[in-house]
Antibody, heavy 118, light 108 residues
Framework: QLQLQESGPGLVKPSETLSLTCTVS??????????WAWIRQPPGKGLEWIGS???????YYTPSLRSRVLISKDRSKSQVSLQMNSVTTADTAMYYC??????????WGQGTPVTVSS | EIVLTQSPGTLSLSPGERVTLSCRAS???????VAWYQQKSGQAPRLLIF???SRATGIPDRFSGGGSGTDFTLTISRLEPEDFAVYYC?????????FGQGTKLETK
């Protein structure tokens, strides 16, 4: 059964760079049927799509975050990564990795909490 | 940019009741790009419905989705205690994705 495991520092200082990794437990990164996304959820609020990366390596980001975000993948390590620079307290959230199929997020990781604070 | 508006924000209901949640798009959208998720407290979201009306693997048949154009619905035919959660609709606004703000089902 697929497992998506997010990891990264739980605490980041304002203006610094947030780096998260999602490790995929099966071989689905080798399939063109799947692609990958990062989604976040501030405390007590709704879901926000950060961006997606396709099998080809093409990436798409939500416009409000596009200038600060980079999503990449490493098939050899079965990992998808998120980098977000110049973070502020508004970036405090639970960050989820998701496997997309079609036009929806079929599987989700358990999430990793990130707090931006000095 | 497509905006999804879910209503109501919160619903107070009892187990056994039938409920229909609404998701309205700011313009007419493709039904096959609409999905619904359930999020229980402290958990990650779970895919319920994709393509507006197809149930995801393992989802009970008391959950059903429908709609077209700008108006989409998620219906739970008979609420079970485990169904009290927050529900989100989502649209693939090619190449981006957007969520509604969610509807919370709480126990009356």
């Amino acid at each position: 059964q697929l497992q998506l495991q997010e990891s990264g520092p739980g605490l980041v200082k304002p203006s610094e760079t947030l780096s998260l990794t999602c490790t995929v437990s099966d071989a689905s990164m080798s399939s063109s049927s799947y692609y990958w996304a990062w989604i976040r959820q501030p405390p007590g609020k709704g879901l926000e799509w950060i961006g997606s990366i396709y099998f080809s390596g093409n990436t798409y980001y939500t416009p409000s975050l596009r200038s600060r975000v980079l999503i990449s993948k490493d098939r050899s390590k079965s990992q998808v990564s998120l980098q977000m620079n110049s973070v502020t307290t508004a970036d405090t959230a639970m960050y989820y990795c998701a496997r997309l199929r079609g036009y929806w997020a079929e599987d989700w990781g358990q999430g990793t909490p990130v707090t931006v604070s000095s | 940019e497509i905006v999804l508006t879910q209503s109501p924000g919160t619903l107070s209901l009892s187990p056994g009741e039938r409920v229909t949640l609404s998701c309205r798009a700011s313009q007419s959208v493709r039904s096959d790009y609409v999905a619904w998720y359930q999020q229980k407290s402290g958990q990650a979201p779970r895919l319920l419905i994709f393509g507006a009306s197809s149930r995801a693997t393992g989802i009970p048949d008391r959950f059903s989705g429908g709609g077209s154009g700008t108006d989409f619905t998620l219906t739970i035919s008979r609420l079970e205690p485990e169904d009290f959660a927050v529900y989100y609709c989502q649209y693939h606004d090619n190449p981006l994705y957007t969520f509604g703000q969610g509807t919370k089902l709480e126990t009356k």
